[in-house]
């Protein structure tokens, strides 16, 4: 059976659940899901999500050009800066194409747990504005990007309202809330990325510049290192002035690990959200203005490691001084002692001459060997015994490595050590809250949980709260 549509004229910014939800307003059907939708060719309920997979057939039915689409009713430009030309075009493609199944992993965003949150959001001045001017009220593209909690027009706070997909939903009248100076700086940061003109930023350029405002900031070792228990506080401070988003906390998450914003730097080619770079912009420059103005200014000399000082001919004749009297197997210490080279740089000459060297620990009678190889034994960390003996971490890894059924005992030692640990942390948050569920176990203890179903899934399955009865999993109980 077919049904009659009108499509209502879509409004630039607006998103297409809400040119969707407009139509079915105007059809008059009492069901979306069963009439509105069928009328508009739109063979999935989950009109309502970030990537429609119904873009080409609503194009096709509307007679609207399906490239304007996408480039107006969706946020696929904020994640155009972090992409590289060729994956924004499979991007746009991808949508086109109604292939958007599996979009959120191949972009990244379950990777960085950074899904999209189950809500619609609406700025209140502007639903009175929107109905003023245009008889109805809209949901706005700019306001559901993720990140995003205040209106960047208003500097009102956004009010969410859930998503259910038998509902075609619409922006209502909601309380006045004003938003804090540090909210309205990041939502206006995104924004004005979303719509400025079209750019891609090579990574290499993106980090370079980063890596230079650090370095202004006083947060990069001479060396190029970043200073993450400079940074990390900083971040975490900037944090905690911002609103309880299901987002943020993710990101404090990543910081409290240290895993976030390290990776940025030292895993550049991975596949990252873009919250992730624009609220690492917002605490380094402020504003997407001062960041633009950093990338499209001349590239300033990269921070590099300080070269060792070319060898003077007096240190040439060292080095075959220090090559004769290895060749005449002679000793490291009288060596050092008859050049005024250390040990260290004379081991260094041996291996660039290929001479072999004795390598057993210095310093290392058998009593003290004895007593560190039961220390090794019990899985005590390298670093511990080297500093109770006086010694370096070297040494005592030489002695490790004398004895390999060592090795494989330190690794199961490590292991069942873990294991014990994330045990441990299950069964005190179940004991703590007896009447919890299996996904707030998993919210909470989310790290013992993953590493426990990795790698003890019989016992972690056997200690979890019961399921939630499938019978009732639908009826929010």
Not at 162 to 183: C, D, G
């Amino acid at each position: 059976m077919s049904y009659p549509v009108y499509y209502p004229t879509p409004i630039k910014g607006e998103t297409v659940f809400s040119w969707v939800a407009r139509a079915h307003s105007y059809s008059g059907y009492p069901s979306f899901r069963n009439q509105s939708l069928k009328a508009l060719q739109i063979k999935t309920e989950l009109a309502s999500t970030e990537f429609p997979s119904y873009i080409a057939k609503l194009a096709q039915s509307s007679c609207v050009d399906e490239q304007w689409i996408v480039q107006f009713m969706t946020g696929i430009n904020y994640y155009r800066p972090f992409q590289t030309q060729a994956q924004y075009q499979q991007l746009q493609t991808d949508l086109l194409s109604g292939n958007t199944a599996y979009m959120h992993s191949r972009y990244g965003m379950v990777a960085n747990r950074l899904l999209t949150e189950p809500v619609l959001k609406s700025c209140p001045a502007c639903v009175t504005y929107d109905e003023a001017q245009h008889g109805f009220a809209y949901w706005h593209v700019i306001h559901q990007l993720a990140g995003v909690t205040c209106c960047p027009l208003h500097g009102l706070m956004l009010h969410s309202e859930k998503r259910i997909r038998s509902f075609a939903a619409q922006p209502e009248p909601s309380e006045v809330v004003e938003a804090s100076a540090n909210e309205f700086n990041l939502s206006t940061c995104i924004a004005m990325t979303f719509i400025d003109e079209p750019i891609f930023f090579a990574k290499s350029d993106l980090v370079r510049v980063l890596k230079n405002r650090l370095f202004e900031m006083g947060m990069v070792t001479a060396c190029g290192n970043i200073r993450k228990r400079l940074l990390e506080p900083l971040m975490i401070e900037e944090l905690g002035k911002l609103s309880d988003c299901a987002h943020f906390k993710r990101l404090a998450c990543g910081l409290r690990r240290g895993s976030y914003p390290a990776n940025l730097f030292y895993k550049p080619h991975n596949q990252y959200h873009p919250l992730k770079y624009y609220f690492f912009i917002h605490c380094l420059f402020g504003s997407w203005e001062r960041f633009k103005a950093a990338m499209e200014a001349q590239p300033v000399k990269e921070i590099k490691t300080p070269k060792e000082q070319a060898q003077c001919p007096s240190s040439l004749i060292d080095n075959s001084l220090i090559i004769k009297h290895l060749k005449d197997s002679g000793s490291m210490r009288k060596i050092a002692a008859q050049t005024g080279k250390s040990i260290a740089y004379i081991k260094k000459v041996a291996a660039n001459n290929q001479i072999t060297v004795d390598k057993r620990p210095s310093k290392i009678f058998s009593v003290d060997e004895r007593d560190i190889w039961r220390k090794l034994m019990v899985g005590i960390p390298t670093e511990v015994i080297a500093k109770e003996h006086g010694i370096s971490q070297g040494a005592v890894e030489l002695i490790l490595g004398k004895f390999s059924e060592l090795v494989t005992l330190r690794k199961a030692i490590r292991f069942n050590n873990k294991r014990q640990q994330c045990r441990q942390e299950i069964d005190s948050f179940c004991q703590c809250h007896p009447q919890c569920r299996q996904k707030e176990v998993r919210a909470n203890c989310g790290a013992s949980y993953m590493w426990l179903y990795k790698h003890d899934k019989c016992w972690l399955e056997q200690h979890l709260p019961s399921p939630i009865p499938r019978a009732l999993r639908y009826l929010g109980k």
